[in-house]
């Protein structure tokens, strides 16, 4: 600092100066006059009570949706004593992974955090560090971008962008499944019912005779087999982590169970309108149906195709012992003046409600 005049005698001024705590450092005095600078009384480092510092911070670029990746930062205690520090990945307020660590005296130590983003899109993130009765302080605001899961989705039902036996961290199905009954095929396994429901149900088809289809229970998903599905939970997209063995096969030869002259067979594509007409299918309420020239089907699902004569036929599902029976109802050939309503079920004709109902094929009103 200056004196305030080159003439001026006995000008004192104390100094301070901000550094990095780490490093080498030289001071020098010049002066424009002959015996400028007297009466030197040295320096001193004043060091912080709390002082730990960043010396680097790595965040990959790019995440995978719903897939964990490590992210790290390295810390050094610089006040010479035993510190503990909590230290966050935060996007906005929402903290995204957190840790406590121990640091001690001069200590300089990576610490690890494992993150996954639910959400596509770019994200901003920073690291927060917390010293414990000490000062809080954060890095620099990092940018990543997080890219969507591999997804099937039932309205669509192509395997496009997927290697054949390749295995994935996540895959996401877009399938709108029912509180009930439901039929589906994948083209990976699936060890884990409870993805589809906390009480979730699966019965592979084992054979058909004298007009019932009988299923028994599995606890676990074959690749490219149908099954029927028993669940309390409606949902609409479940999540499938660590997929092995992804199978790419289309072919309709690849996705079906054939048992005494029946057929039980998976499709990922949907079935448009005539596609189902004269085939079986299961619906949530639990009716064994016959497709008409108007049904139609999602993709990931599967259907019957029954022998011409087969007449009426009923699901079985034998568990313990226990039969539990799905009743048939041909959509377009209701005989015999039974009346049905308009989810298949069979009615009381004496005692009808007010309502629409199906009787010999056709819609009428009961008032």
């Known amino acids: 600092s200056e004196a305030p005049s080159t003439s001026q005698r006995y000008y004192n001024k104390a100094m301070s100066f901000t550094a990095p705590a780490d490093g080498i450092y030289y001071l020098r005095?010049?002066?424009?006059?002959?015996?400028?600078?007297?009466?030197?009384?040295?320096?001193?480092?004043?060091?912080?009570d709390h002082d730990?510092?960043?010396?680097?911070?790595?965040?990959?670029?790019?995440?995978?949706?719903?897939?964990?990746?490590?992210?790290?930062?390295?810390?050094?205690?610089?006040?010479?004593?035993d510190e503990t520090v909590t230290v966050s990945l935060v996007e906005g307020e929402n903290v995204l992974a957190e840790t406590e660590i121990a640091l001690a005296a001069g200590e300089e130590t990576t610490v690890t955090l494992p993150v996954s983003f639910d959400e596509t899109g770019e994200k901003t993130v920073s690291f927060q560090m917390q010293i414990a009765d000490g000062p809080a302080f954060s890095s620099d605001d990092l940018t990543l971008t997080v890219e969507a899961a591999p997804t099937l989705d039932e309205t669509v039902g192509t395997l496009d962008g997927f290697e054949n036996f390749g295995r994935y961290d996540a895959v996401v199905l877009k399938y709108n499944m029912k509180a009930g009954w439901n039929t589906l095929v994948l083209p990976f396994?699936?060890?884990?019912?409870?993805?589809?429901g906390e009480n979730a149900k699966a019965y592979a088809f084992t054979g058909y005779a004298n007009g019932e289809l009988n299923f028994a229970p599995v606890t676990e998903l074959n690749a490219q087999q149908p099954y029927l599905i028993q669940t309390d939970e409606a949902q609409t997209e479940f999540?499938?982590?660590?997929?092995?063995?992804?199978?790419?096969?289309?072919?309709?030869?690849?996705?079906?169970?054939?048992?005494?002259?029946?057929?039980?067979q998976g499709t990922y594509a949907p079935m448009e309108a005539g596609t189902m007409a004269g085939k079986y299918g299961v619906v949530p309420a639990g009716d064994f149906k016959k497709g008409s020239a108007k049904a139609t089907m999602k993709g990931f699902r599967a259907y019957f195709e029954l022998p011409t004569d087969a007449g009426a036929v009923s699901v079985n599902i034998v568990e313990d012992g226990t039969v539990t029976r799905i009743s048939g109802v041909e959509l377009n050939e209701l005989v015999n003046g039974d009346v049905y309503d308009l989810?298949?079920?069979?009615?009381?004709?004496?005692?009808?409600?007010?309502?629409?109902?199906?009787?010999?094929?056709?819609?009428?009103?009961?008032?």
Do not use: C, H, W
């Open 239 to 264: 999540l499938f982590r660590d997929v092995t063995n992804f199978r790419t096969s289309t072919d309709a030869a690849d996705l079906n169970i054939s048992k005494d002259g029946v057929l039980f």
């Open 189 to 196: 396994a699936v060890s884990d019912l409870t993805i589809f």
């Open 52 to 81: 730990v510092a960043i010396s680097s911070v790595n965040v990959p670029s790019t995440f995978n949706q719903y897939v964990e990746k490590d992210v790290t930062i390295t810390l050094k205690e610089l006040a010479g004593k």
């Open 343 to 367: 989810s298949g079920r069979k009615m009381n004709a004496t005692t009808l409600k007010p309502g629409i109902y199906v009787k010999n094929g056709k819609k009428v009103i009961v008032k």
């Open 29 to 48: 005095f010049t002066s424009t006059y002959q015996n400028g600078v007297d009466n030197f009384y040295g320096f001193k480092l004043v060091v912080k």
